[in-house]
């Protein structure tokens, strides 16, 4: 049962961002679209990928600067697709919209979407390049 909007809460700290990745990955390892790949790439480790995720997050939203590196770079030649990404930001707009309200999570969404845009365009890239080197 969804949350009524009076349940749901504004992202204010650490435990909203852990909150908000803890139940969407709880989604992506459960879809029957994502969890295969998400699976197979990080295997058992899932806490120390969530550790990382809460890092990104934490940065992203909160402005507080906990992560370094270069969120594109492990996604690199995955092979996913626009059904993938699609599929991605609808659970994290779906996670965002049962649990929270407000500025930052309006914002969470827009820089899922934005993010997911870019790592599409960049896969896409990627793999035409990698196609030109093999084939050519």
Do not use: C
């Amino acid at each position: 049962m969804e949350p009524s909007i009076e349940r749901r809460q504004t992202i204010e700290g650490l435990a909203d961002i852990k909150l908000l990745v803890d139940t969407f990955y709880g989604k992506v390892r459960q879809d029957a679209l994502l969890a295969p790949i998400f699976n197979e790439r990080i295997g058992a480790h899932w806490p120390q990928h969530l550790e990382k995720l809460y890092k990104f997050w934490q940065t992203v939203l909160l402005k507080e600067h906990t992560y370094f590196g270069s969120p594109f770079t492990p996604h690199a030649l995955l092979e996913i697709d626009h059904t993938h990404f699609r599929k991605w930001v609808g659970l994290f707009v779906e996670t965002i919209d049962t649990l929270f309200v407000g500025e930052r999570a309006e914002e969470a969404k827009w820089r899922a979407q934005k993010m997911a845009e870019m790592f599409e365009y960049k896969n896409a890239y990627y793999r035409k390049e990698s196609e030109k080197r093999v084939g050519g």
